[in-house]
């Protein structure tokens, strides 16, 4: 069961920091969070299920958080993997129904920012600039589905893992030259939509894109080749940003 901590700091700062309370004043910020809390669960613990009542505005602190749903043949498919810094719930918010679609586990455990949806709905309705931000959040998700869309409409099993290990790469800031996955690789094709022998079949394809998988051991061999140089910079300890599909892998996704 899910219990309430003491305030860690650098928990909350993590709540503190994130964007969509980025033009509010440091008062302003203690002034919502103070409304919420933050609690810790254990491996596969929920943090909601599909139905219950919608209440909290998540942010987690640490640790990951897998959402997802139950499909009618009853397979598992995850809609979002959640990390450290991450907001989840935004568009559940506004459902008139005020019931989830989705389910929320904690991966291994995590430590998460529960905000009392009624507060956060008050800060929207006070501070423009989180409405704000909240929209532009909502519209770049709403992209990232539909680019996902297409991607499983045009790209090979191999070309869709070969984008997520690289956007994976870069949104943990790993080193490209070499990393250990931060999932499981069952986990992996929830995610992707697979089945997981569908993956498996998969790995040995990476090579052609500069991509080595050894048991949970990534490394990009041929950055340029995969079109994944940008994140050389991610190597050198630079700043770390999400880089979009190369021009030759779009066009290997449209030519398979």
């Known amino acids: 069961m899910s219990q309430r901590l003491l305030i860690n700091m ?17 008062n302003e ?7 919420g809390g ?11 299920m599909e139905g219950d009542p919608i209440k909290f505005l998540y942010i987690v ?6 959402e997802f749903r139950q499909t009618a043949d009853g397979r598992e498919l995850t809609v979002n993997i959640h990390k450290k810094g991450d907001v989840f719930c935004k568009t559940e918010i506004f459902l008139n129904e005020g019931l989830h679609n989705t389910n929320a586990m904690a991966i291994d455990s995590a430590y998460v920012m529960e905000l009392p949806i009624d507060k956060f709905k008050e800060s929207l309705q006070k501070h423009k600039s989180v409405a704000q931000r909240l929209a532009s959040s909502l519209a770049r998700f709403a992209a990232m589905k539909q680019i996902e869309v297409e991607q499983q409409a045009t790209m090979t099993s191999a070309q869709i893992l070969a984008l997520f290990l690289r956007q ?26 697979m089945k997981l022998e569908t993956l498996s079949r998969a790995l040995p394809k990476l090579k052609e894109q500069g991509i080595t998988v050894k048991g949970s051991h990534v490394s990009f061999t041929d950055l340029k080749a995969s079109g994944l140089a940008g994140l050389q910079a991610a190597a050198r300890g630079n700043a770390v940003k999400f880089f979009p599909p190369s021009r030759k892998i779009r066009e290997m996704a449209h030519a398979s």
Do not use: M
């Open 168 to 193: 994976t790469c870069a949104s943990h800031g790993l080193d490209p030259r070499g990393f250990s996955l931060p999932y499981k690789k069952s986990l992996i094709a929830s995610r992707l939509g």
């Open 61 to 66: 602190c640490d640790g990951l958080v897998q």
């Open 29 to 35: 910020k203690d002034s919502l969070l103070k409304e």
């Open 38 to 48: 933050i609690y810790s669960y254990r491996s596969k613990e929920c943090l909601f």
């Open 10 to 26: 650098d928990q909350l700062d993590i709540a503190r920091n994130i964007s969509l309370f980025s033009d509010l004043t440091e």
